[in-house]
């Protein structure tokens, strides 16, 4: 059904893509996957001929069960009626993807219309079946949401059912479950293995989890630097890796039975002639006594009084948290957990109960608003929207250094701005440049030591690794783990990766539904689950097969 022939992508003399070569058969499943920049994405989108004006693209892409159609030299309308129908995508960043003006349905529909010739009527009863089928229930709700009143997990299976909508030959999946939860996540996994086998269309499944590509390709290509490392039955590929690139991209990432070591990165595993992991340094926890946060039964209520669709979001929560811990907060989409978050940070009034930080109400220390920022901070879980795109990451440092600290001179901020970069492993030449000239681990790293500015005593991680491949997110969690033992600083750590969570976390709390359904050590949580909606969580953690 595809064949692709020399591929190559140039960016002037850089080359993205570098001679890439592979063919797919009908029903097939094919994994990719990589580091950040090896060339992922930019392969689907050469597919797609979606690539950038400024991009050379050479080699042949066929396409069709005859392999009648040479992507490359199609026109962009005959390219139009192929894409959407033959061809569909799935995009990583889903609200990004989806207009934010329209609703679901009013988006939706149109897929359908545009590619079938039927009623406003009937697309309307074709996208309900497909809402339905990715477990968006009720479908009237989601029919009539826009896509910033949804979580990132909604809007991720928003994308997968427009994807499906027009019955595709080929289905093209960039990190197509990166927001979402491991039950979620399974989810979807068994829904795209059955479209697979049961339409019998041919699937890229493009992603940085190695476990999760495990459970549903039939083979798998490996990445680096634009060029193909290697391309193996995915059995044989995951316990039996011939290269050592392949070798470290299956260590890099903590697994359930992981113990708390230092994370080796990409370059310790390649560089080593003989790696042992077990000879890396243990992770340090000092946790002490004294109760930094408390929260006591929580209520954060959306919606007016008299309104219908009144949702509570938190319901009646209450943990503490010690100075020195990293408590590891986990749960599925919509299950209230970044509204807690910001709830902690009072971003969003609580509706009842009572936040105490250092014992003192929090309302009385968010009136100073200066001082309450040297108390908690937070990594939010896409670096880029957090940061401005058209100022610099010097000027956006020393931004966040003069505030805190006015009678600085513009020296002295520089010389505090450099520090941070070394601080969080970025040399001085990052100063000068753009969000955009970065990759998605030296954003991320960047928007770590902006929180650290304020010398806070608490740092919220909402998913703050999520959208990174293994070896950076290995990195950045070593990071993290550093600056927590050097800085004295404690954690509250969110993420729908509950293997990162067990890895980072001294105690874990899982939520549903508003509600924190269990809350105690990680490994004993982990070990023998209490609540039954806890133990369905754990048993949908993706693991090697």
Same mark, same amino acid.
Not at 312 to 341: H, I, P, R
Not at 499 to 505: E, N
């Given at each position: 059904?595809?064949?692709?022939?020399?591929?190559?992508?140039?960016?002037?003399?850089? +080359?993205?893509?570098?001679?890439?070569?592979?063919?797919?058969?009908?029903?097939?499943?094919?994994?990719?996957?990589?580091?950040?920049?090896?060339?992922?994405?930019?392969?689907?989108?050469?597919?797609?001929?979606?690539?950038?004006?400024?991009?050379?693209?050479?080699?042949?892409?066929?396409?069709?069960?005859?392999? *009648?159609?040479?992507?490359?030299?199609?026109?962009?309308?005959?390219?139009?009626?192929?894409?959407?129908?033959?061809?569909?995508?799935?995009?990583?960043?889903?609200?990004?993807?989806?207009?934010?003006?329209?609703?679901?349905?009013?988006?939706?529909?149109?897929?359908?219309?545009?590619?079938?010739?039927?009623?406003?009527?009937?697309?309307? +009863?074709?996208?309900?079946?497909?809402?339905?089928?990715?477990?968006?229930?009720?479908?009237?709700?989601?029919?009539?949401?826009?896509?910033?009143?949804?979580?990132?997990?909604?809007?991720?299976?928003?994308?997968?059912?427009?994807?499906?909508?027009?019955?595709?030959?080929?289905?093209?999946?960039?990190?197509?479950?990166?927001?979402?939860?491991?039950?979620?996540?399974?989810?979807?996994?068994?829904?795209?293995?059955?479209?697979?086998?049961?339409?019998?269309?041919?699937?890229?499944?493009?992603?940085?989890?190695?476990?999760?590509?495990?459970?549903?390709?039939?083979?798998?290509?490996?990445?680096?630097?634009?060029?193909?490392? *290697?391309?193996?039955?995915?059995?044989?590929?995951?316990?039996?890796?011939?290269?050592?690139?392949?070798?470290?991209?299956?260590?890099?990432?903590?697994?359930?039975?992981?113990?708390?070591?230092?994370?080796?990165?990409?370059?310790?595993?390649?560089?080593?002639?003989?790696?042992?992991?077990?000879?890396?340094?243990?992770?340090?926890?000092?946790?002490?006594?004294?109760?930094?946060?408390?929260?006591?039964?929580?209520?954060?209520?959306?919606?007016?009084?008299?309104?219908?669709?009144?949702?509570?979001?938190?319901?009646?929560?209450?943990?503490?948290?010690?100075?020195?811990?990293?408590?590891?907060?986990?749960?599925?989409?919509?299950?209230?957990?970044?509204?807690?978050?910001?709830?902690?940070?009072?971003?969003?009034?609580?509706?009842?109960?009572?936040?105490?930080?250092?014992?003192?109400?929090?309302?009385?220390?968010?009136?100073?608003?200066?001082?309450?920022?040297?108390?908690?901070?937070?990594?939010?879980?896409?670096?880029?929207?957090?940061?401005?795109?058209?100022?610099?990451?010097?000027?956006?440092?020393?931004?966040?250094?003069?505030?805190?600290?006015?009678?600085?001179?513009?020296?002295?901020?520089?010389?505090?701005?450099?520090?941070?970069?070394?601080?969080?492993?970025?040399?001085?030449?990052?100063?000068?440049?753009?969000?955009?000239?970065?990759?998605?681990?030296?954003?991320?790293?960047?928007?770590?030591?902006?929180?650290?500015?304020?010398?806070?005593?608490?740092?919220?991680?909402?998913?703050?690794?999520?959208?990174?491949?293994?070896?950076?997110?290995?990195?950045?969690?070593?990071?993290?783990?550093?600056?927590?033992?050097?800085?004295?600083?404690?954690?509250?750590?969110?993420?729908?990766?509950?293997?990162?969570? +067990?890895?980072?976390?001294?105690?874990?709390?899982?939520?549903?539904?508003?509600?924190?359904?269990?809350?105690?050590?990680?490994?004993?949580?982990?070990?023998?689950?209490?609540?039954?909606?806890?133990?369905?969580?754990?048993?949908?953690?993706?693991?090697?097969?």
């Amino acid at each position: 059904m595809l064949r692709i022939s020399n591929l190559t992508v140039q960016f002037n003399t850089f +080359k993205a893509i570098d001679n890439l070569s592979f063919s797919l058969l009908k029903g097939e499943i094919l994994g990719i996957v990589g580091e950040s920049g090896s060339g992922k994405s930019l392969t689907a989108l050469s597919i797609m001929q979606l690539l950038p004006p400024n991009a050379f693209q050479s080699g042949k892409i066929e396409f069709g069960e005859q392999l *009648e159609s040479d992507l490359s030299l199609l026109s962009e309308l005959e390219m139009q009626k192929i894409r959407g129908n033959e061809i569909a995508m799935i995009f990583q960043d889903p609200l990004s993807a989806l207009n934010s003006s329209q609703t679901i349905g009013c988006q939706m529909t149109e897929s359908v219309r545009v590619h079938q010739n039927v009623s406003k009527k009937e697309a309307q +009863k074709q996208v309900f079946t497909l809402l339905e089928k990715v477990k968006l229930d009720p479908p009237t709700r989601f029919f009539k949401s826009y896509p910033f009143q949804l979580s990132g997990g909604q809007r991720q299976r928003i994308l997968i059912a427009m994807a499906l909508s027009n019955s595709p030959k080929l289905l093209i999946a960039d990190e197509p479950t990166t927001a979402l939860d491991v039950t979620v996540q399974k989810e979807i996994v068994d829904l795209l293995k059955g479209l697979v086998q049961q339409e019998k269309i041919v699937m890229i499944f493009i992603s940085h989890d190695l476990a999760l590509v495990s459970q549903i390709a039939d083979s798998v290509l490996v990445m680096n630097s634009g060029k193909m490392v *290697e391309k193996e039955v995915t059995s044989l590929l995951i316990s039996k890796p011939k290269e050592a690139y392949t070798k470290a991209l299956l260590k890099c990432k903590p697994t359930l039975g992981h113990e708390k070591r230092r994370l080796p990165e990409v370059s310790d595993i390649t560089n080593s002639v003989q790696f042992d992991a077990t000879q890396q340094p243990l992770v340090q926890n000092n946790i002490g006594e004294k109760e930094l946060l408390r929260v006591n039964d929580l209520q954060v209520v959306f919606g007016s009084k008299r309104a219908q669709n009144r949702v509570t979001a938190v319901d009646s929560v209450s943990f503490s948290l010690f100075q020195g811990e990293t408590l590891g907060l986990v749960g599925e989409s919509g299950c209230g957990k970044t509204t807690l978050s910001r709830a902690l940070l009072n971003l969003i009034h609580q509706t009842g109960g009572a936040i105490y930080l250092d014992a003192q109400p929090l309302d009385i220390f968010a009136k100073d608003r200066l001082q309450f920022s040297k108390e908690i901070q937070i990594i939010f879980q896409d670096p880029f929207s957090s940061l401005n795109p058209i100022i610099t990451i010097g000027k956006a440092l020393n931004e966040t250094i003069h505030i805190h600290n006015p009678k600085k001179s513009k020296q002295q901020c520089k010389t505090d701005a450099l520090h941070w970069l070394q601080k969080v492993g970025l040399d001085d030449s990052f100063y000068n440049r753009l969000p955009r000239e970065l990759s998605g681990g030296q954003r991320q790293r960047i928007v770590i030591a902006r929180a650290l500015i304020p010398e806070p005593k608490i740092l919220i991680c909402d998913e703050a690794v999520s959208a990174l491949d293994v070896s950076v997110q290995a990195r950045v969690l070593n990071l993290l783990n550093d600056l927590k033992h050097e800085l004295g600083l404690t954690y509250i750590f969110i993420s729908h990766d509950l293997a990162v969570v +067990k890895y980072m976390s001294n105690r874990l709390a899982i939520m549903q539904e508003g509600k924190i359904v269990e809350i105690g050590e990680s490994e004993k949580v982990y070990k023998s689950p209490q609540n039954d909606y806890s133990k369905r969580l754990i048993n949908s953690i993706p693991e090697f097969i």
